[in-house]
């Protein structure tokens, strides 16, 4: 009996009272640490680094529910920190508030939190918010291994390869290569297959499949260096019809020249932001069409863009989609009975027959103009206003107005130094050109070559002024361009002008 006495005696022979952490957070403590737990004694001795200080877990039974309380803290002594608590219940709730505490008071914090909460049956986790570092460029997360540069923004590994100034030049580089294209001299330095070379914004380069022979071909095998033109069946052999339209649409100089890269979306050649992002705004737009898509949409534009009365498009649309009541038509529809042409009697008179194929329509269609050319007018008046010469001459039509204008300026000064003149003046209604001509620099504009080779024809012997009208001051050379639309070739008049253009001649003032 007495050793069972003493035995329970010793087994209860132990501290009456543990201390606890005085910041109440339930971990045992020692004088040692201040009576606090070792946890805010590191924090306490270490005000500048940042530590994690766990809170027990407690759990507590009610009649309603079960709450588990979980508190995690970062502790920062130096900043204060924006605190997130969430309370989360077992009956699936969940609230959650902020509060701001500085860094010294955090421990207290929390212990007054838990006790004003502690008659709710609610546990809370104590969070702070971090700030996570992203890469400027493509938004990553980059932690501590991102590159500040001295614009004061932040750069992942892939993207510290320069300044934000360089990187945006970069940028621009990008859509320069995407854009500039190669202006046609003299084609030695332009490869057929791998250069963008042709007038085209959905597709520069040739699309068509290499033909074998010329793997290494050079533009400069597409032009007849005799006759300084395109070489058509060359390139109708190698090209497809739609590619071969836009090669026979560039201009060729007299001469030949450099071959240069430029920037074909400004008059002057030159690289401008503004155009750029025009360029890109159209490029993200466009999609790149079929072979009959492109066909297509050449006829329409080509009707639409035709400078006649809206009803001539409009019966012009109506023929291409079959809705003109041609016999066939209305045969097709059991009006009539038979389809029979009445002019020829012969064939059928179907919508294609009846406004082309028929023959007693050929002598109407003669006098039309022929598509897809372009007329130049040159006319030399001499001080007196008394018409020295006139010329007027077809060319094939570019695919640019400012072309064609460059076109009749160049041979223009072609005509006066075959004329022998050696001091007069150049009018033109185009102020492009005309600014053009009067700079002394190198022109980068998709015409510059045009008038390059006509001033290395003429030599600087000859001593000119270049003078910009309007059109209504250029008349007589307008209608000598558009008559020339009507005749094919050459025709050059001494002393005179075609008898149509007369009563102009006259009525142009002096």
């Known amino acids: 009996m007495a050793q069972k006495i003493r035995k329970e005696e010793t087994e209860f022979k132990v501290h009456e009272k543990i201390p606890l952490c005085i910041n109440n957070y339930g971990f045992t403590s020692n004088l040692a640490t201040n009576n606090m737990c070792q946890n805010c004694f590191n924090t306490?001795?270490?005000?500048?680094?940042?530590?994690?200080?766990?809170?027990?877990?407690?759990?507590?039974?009610?009649?309603?529910?079960?709450?588990?309380?979980?508190?995690?803290?970062m502790v920062s002594s130096s900043t204060n920190k924006l605190l997130k608590v969430h309370h989360r219940s077992s009956a699936s709730s969940f609230r959650s508030a902020t509060m701001e505490v500085s860094s010294k008071d955090v421990a207290t914090a929390v212990a007054s939190d838990w006790v004003r909460l502690e008659g709710f049956s609610f546990g809370f986790i104590l969070e702070v918010k971090r700030e996570v570092n992203r890469c400027f460029s493509c938004r990553r997360k980059v932690g501590l291994?991102?590159?500040?540069?001295?614009?004061?923004?932040?750069?992942?590994?892939?993207?510290?390869?320069?300044?934000?100034?360089?990187?945006?030049?970069?940028?621009?580089?990008?859509?320069?290569?995407?854009?500039a294209r190669?202006?046609?001299?003299?084609?030695?330095?332009?490869?057929?297959?791998?250069?963008?070379?042709?007038?085209?914004?959905?597709?520069?380069?040739?699309?068509?499949?290499?033909?074998?022979?010329?793997?290494?071909?050079?533009?400069?095998?597409?032009?007849?260096?005799?006759?300084?033109?395109?070489?058509?069946?060359?390139?109708?052999?190698?090209?497809?019809?739609?590619?071969?339209?836009?090669?026979?649409?560039?201009?060729?100089?007299?001469?030949?020249?450099?071959?240069?890269?430029?920037?074909p979306f400004t008059p002057s050649g030159k690289y401008f932001v503004n155009s750029g992002s025009k360029f890109l705004t159209k490029l993200n737009c466009v999609q790149v069409p079929t072979a009959n898509q492109q066909r297509q949409s050449g006829i329409?534009?080509?009707?639409?863009?035709?400078?006649?009365?809206?009803?001539?498009?409009?019966?012009?649309?109506?023929?291409?989609?079959?809705?003109?009541?041609?016999?066939?038509?209305?045969?097709?529809?059991?009006?009539?009975?038979?389809?029979?042409?009445?002019?020829?009697?012969?064939?059928?008179?179907?919508?294609?027959?009846?406004?082309?194929?028929?023959?007693?329509?050929?002598?109407?269609?003669?006098?039309?103009p022929e598509l897809g050319k372009a007329g130049l007018g040159v006319v030399v008046h001499d001080s007196q206003g008394s018409v020295i010469a006139s010329l007027s001459e077809q060319a094939p039509l570019p695919f640019s107005t400012d072309i064609v204008e460059a076109m009749a300026a160049a041979r223009a000064l072609v005509f006066a130094k075959d004329l022998g003149i050696t001091e007069f003046v150049l009018e033109g209604d185009s102020e492009v050109v005309i600014t053009s001509l009067r700079s002394k620099e190198a022109s980068f504009s998709s015409f510059g070559h045009l008038l390059e080779s006509a001033k290395s024809i003429i030599g600087s012997d000859?001593?000119?002024?270049?003078?910009?009208?309007?059109?209504?001051?250029?008349?007589?050379?307008?209608?000598l361009a558009r008559h020339a639309r009507n005749v094919r070739g050459l025709s050059v008049w001494v002393e005179d002008v075609p008898q149509h253009l007369v009563d102009v001649l006259f009525a142009e003032p002096d």
Do not use: Y
Request: overall charge neutral; glycine content about 6%.
């Open 44 to 73: 306490s001795n270490s005000p500048a680094t940042t530590t994690t200080n766990p809170i027990a877990t407690t759990t507590k039974n009610s009649s309603s529910s079960t709450t588990t309380m979980t508190v995690t803290t």
């Open 145 to 179: 291994t991102g590159f500040q540069c001295r614009c004061s923004e932040l750069f992942c590994a892939g993207h510290r390869t320069g300044s934000h100034a360089w990187n945006s030049i970069l940028k621009g580089r990008d859509v320069l290569l995407k854009g």
């Open 182 to 263: 190669w202006r046609i001299g003299c084609g030695e330095a332009v490869s057929i297959w791998n250069d963008a070379w042709l007038p085209s914004l959905e597709h520069p380069r040739v699309l068509s499949d290499i033909v074998p022979g010329f793997e290494d071909g050079r533009v400069s095998d597409l032009i007849n260096p005799i006759t300084r033109t395109w070489d058509s069946n060359l390139v109708h052999g190698l090209l497809s019809p739609e590619e071969a339209a836009l090669v026979l649409s560039i201009p060729l100089s007299h001469t030949p020249v450099e071959d240069k890269i430029i920037w």
């Open 300 to 368: 329409w534009n080509q009707i639409w863009g035709l400078n006649v009365p809206n009803k001539v498009k409009h019966f012009m649309w109506r023929v291409c989609k079959e809705a003109v009541p041609s016999k066939h038509n209305l045969v097709r529809r059991k009006i009539l009975t038979e389809d029979k042409c009445e002019q020829c009697g012969v064939e059928s008179e179907t919508v294609i027959h009846a406004v082309w194929e028929c023959a007693m329509l050929d002598e109407i269609w003669e006098a039309v």
């Open 462 to 479: 000859t001593c000119i002024k270049f003078s910009h009208v309007r059109r209504s001051g250029n008349k007589i050379a307008h209608n």
